[in-house]
């Protein structure tokens, strides 16, 4: 059996810690005393430095090692971050597969996961609006399997040729390469017009599950149709579904926005501190299954990949979790070299005729080695963790050493003889005799025509909530395109996906709401059919839970700390993170003469803002209240409030912290607050939770608040844009 942690010690190889011990040496091992200055020729009695030596091997190989530090970004999806973890399967799938890392219960499958987004480069923001990257690596006893997903089930061209083109389209503009990281552009939203197929694709990018709150929050999708081989030699057509614990959680688009400017590395730092934190993000993994009998049954081909396989019709069976645990210790050599490819699958997974997935199979294993040179499998991330034994020689940074006198197949001592063929042994790849007869022609089937339905189906099942958040998308992104012939086919596409969303958009940003003349699509319906799985409302965790979420204590001199440390423990309990927000970062006092009610907060008001947190309490404590309303951060605290509130965050106070909800929240009708008389009792409405004193009932209702994510009550009845954020 293989522990999670051979990947680990394989890596501890390579490792080597910084120490104080260990003294300074050049790469090619010798000491040199100095690190600092270049070897010179200096007139002293002058007091004048004069030219520096070329001869200085150390100052040398310093600058020519710095000039050499960058490796190309990956031509999409530079932006990224990694972890690793352990894969488990739970009921086997034996029946469908021999691959056993899908149907060994015992096993314990070391992986690594690289999020991303797609447009930006290496150093954008993670908030933007983009589609995720969800590539998984598994370091199986049978080799590595790359699953190279997204958190978005389709993608937005069927055949692998178009890719250059969408990507050109989605990337900076090519005369001013402008803009960075997004698809609020002339160029992207031409392409989606002139390819209908981008339809369905472009309504799940527009949707909220292109900002996710966490990269620990989203589902991921192997979009590809893939194949599953049994030990009979059966085949089985599958998409692979890997599904939060969590739940599927956003963020708002102001929100997001926001954080691109003031906090670009949020979604890597929240992975980073929840692992660090001992809260690992775990998910369900699954597969929707299609037996060969069925292939043809669906009025859509089961090989386009912009085209998901409705849960209702094909639902999803889960076997297996996987969790990461483990952070980088270095992010050039374990997230930026980690290097993924389709065509890496093992005994008992195989490829379908999916067009994109063909054509991805051969873009992969090339930019590899454009990025990293031809022995990128050799780096210790990609690395397998089983034997790897063939008469592949040299190239490039060749690190393996191979002993025997030959190096060619067959030869005369028999030496790695291929396996036998077998469809029962799980150590065998054996390609699965699929028939294949046609005419040789640049073309697809009929189904593949059809772009409309699916962008209904899954705009039909969205909640009203997230079709407004979809709608606001839309207009945004629409109102950056100054050119009008691009807005206007764009809402004449809408149109034949829904008239009161293409209404709703084009009053906002011109157009007319009349369907596209495209005759693609354009008189298909699907008469208002939804389907489960597409809303990610249908992704609530099962137990939802404050662990990993981020709480504000807002906090002045005088402060009461038994409301702060009641919410500090609970947190602490179920693994929430308390994050005191000072007027200063310097020793605050507690209300009261006792020393350790002193406390240093983690950040002031302005170092730290409310879009990075997931909710705020305001503790009581006279003092403290007034301090908060200073004129010198009364502005701030107001803003931190009404922000929160206008990003649907849970809001708590106790005591004289009421006050301050009171006068933030001034003027919006309908919230309850509690009063702080003696008596008062606890008020809990759209998510603002009250109480005149800090009390067990008081943690439960705040903290309930918090893990239901968001409070989309004030968005529905029209409260959260009701003060200025
Ligand atoms: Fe791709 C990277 C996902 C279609 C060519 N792709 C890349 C990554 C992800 C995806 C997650 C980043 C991997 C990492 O973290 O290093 N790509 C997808 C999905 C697709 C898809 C879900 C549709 C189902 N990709 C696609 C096509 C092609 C490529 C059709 C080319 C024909 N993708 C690449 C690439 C990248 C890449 C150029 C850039 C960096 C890399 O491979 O390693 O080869």
Not at 11 to 36: C, Q, R, W
């Amino acid at each position: 059996m293989t522990s999670a942690n051979a990947k680990f010690d394989d890596m501890a190889k390579n490792t080597h810690e910084i120490s104080e011990s260990a003294k300074l040496t050049s790469d090619y091992g010798v000491h040199f005393p100095d690190n600092d200055n270049w070897l010179r020729v200096v007139d002293n009695e002058n007091g004048r430095a004069g030219p520096s030596l070329l001869e200085d091997p150390y100052a040398r190989e310093k600058i020519h090692r710095f000039d050499h530090e960058r490796i190309p970004e990956r031509v999409v999806h530079a932006r990224g971050t990694g972890a690793f973890g352990t894969f488990r399967v739970t009921d086997s799938l034996s029946d469908l597969t021999k691959a056993a890392v899908l149907t060994d219960t015992s096993r314990e499958t070391p992986i690594f996961v690289r999020f991303s987004t797609v447009l930006g480069s290496r150093g954008s923001a993670d908030t933007v609006r983009d589609v995720r990257g969800f590539a998984i690596k598994f370091y199986t006893e049978e080799g590595i399997w790359d699953l190279v997903g997204n958190n978005i089930p389709v993608f937005f061209i069927q055949d692998a040729l178009k890719f250059p083109d969408v990507i050109h389209a989605g990337k900076p503009e090519p005369h001013n390469e402008v803009p960075q990281a997004q698809s609020a552009h002339n160029n992207f939203w031409d392409f989606m017009f002139m390819h209908p197929e981008a339809t369905h694709m472009f309504m799940w990018a527009m949707s909220d599950r292109a900002i996710p709150r966490s990269y620990r929050m989203m589902q991921g999708f192997g979009v590809n149709t893939f194949t599953l081989i049994n030990a009979k030699g059966e085949r089985v057509f599958v998409k692979f579904h890997s599904t939060p614990v969590l739940g599927v959680h956003s963020l708002v688009w102001d929100e997001a926005l926001k954080l691109a400017g003031q906090d670009p590395d949020f979604h890597r730092k929240d992975l980073m501190e929840a692992i660090e934190n001992g809260v690992f993000p775990k998910w369900k993994f699954g597969v929707q299954v299609v037996s060969e009998a069925d292939e043809h049954s669906f009025d859509f081909d089961i090989l386009d990949a912009t085209k998901v396989w409705p849960e209702d019709l094909v639902p999803v069976r889960y076997f297996a979790e996987f969790e990461l645990n483990r952070n980088v210790d270095e992010f050039f050599t374990q997230t930026e070299q980690a290097a993924f490819c389709t065509s890496h699958v093992v005994p008992g997974i195989g490829f379908s005729d999916d067009p994109l997935l063909q054509g991805r199979n051969f873009s992969y294993f090339d930019t590899q080695i454009s990025r990293l040179g031809i022995n990128w499998e050799e780096l210790p991330v990609n690395r397998p963790v089983c034997p790897v034994m063939n008469f592949n020689r040299d190239g490039a940074l060749r690190h393996k050493i191979t002993k025997g006198n030959v190096n060619y197949w067959p030869n005369r001592h028999n030496a790695h003889p291929p396996a036998k063929a077998s469809t029962a042994d799980a150590q065998v790849y054996n390609d699965y005799p699929a028939k294949a007869a046609g005419i040789k022609a640049r073309t697809l089937t009929p189904k593949f025509r059809e772009h409309v339905r699916q962008a209904q189906l899954f705009y039909n099942s969205l909640s009203a909530v997230e079709q407004t958040h979809l709608q606001n998308a839309l207009a945004f992104e629409l109102d950056h395109c100054d050119d009008s012939v691009v807005y206007e086919r764009i809402v004449t596409r809408l149109a034949q996906i829904d008239s009161g969303l293409a209404q709703t958009v084009a009053e906002m940003v011109g157009g007319e709401a009349k369907e596209a003349a495209d005759g693609e699509g354009s008189v298909s319906t699907n008469q208002g059919r939804k389907a489960p799985g597409l809303s990610q409302f249908d992704f609530l965790p099962e137990k939802p839970t404050v662990a990993g979420r981020r709480v504000a204590i807002i906090i002045g001199d005088g402060f009461d700390p038994s409301a702060v440390d009641l919410i500090k423990s609970s947190l602490a309990a179920e693994g929430g993170i308390p994050l005191l927000i000072g007027t200063k970062r310097s020793p605050i006092k507690g209300s009261g003469t006792m020393r350790s009610s002193t406390v240093t907060p983690d950040h002031h008001l302005e170092g730290l803002r409310s879009t990075m947190v997931d909710a705020v309490f305001v503790p009581g404590g006279k003092a403290s209240i007034e301090a908060l309303i200073q004129p010198k951060v009364k502005g701030r605290v107001l803003h931190w409030l009404r922000e929160a509130f206008g990003h649907l965050k849970a809001i708590g106070a106790t005591g004289e912290g009421i006050a301050l909800i009171e006068e933030a929240l001034h003027g919006v009708p309908s919230i309850q607050l509690s009063t702080v008389e003696e008596g008062g009792e606890l008020a809990q409405s759209y998510g603002v939770v009250t109480a005149p004193s800090p009390s067990k009932e008081f943690v439960t209702t705040f903290f309930e608040s918090i893990a239901q994510h968001k409070n989309f009550d004030r968005e529905t009845d029209g409260l959260s844009t009701m003060v200025a954020y």
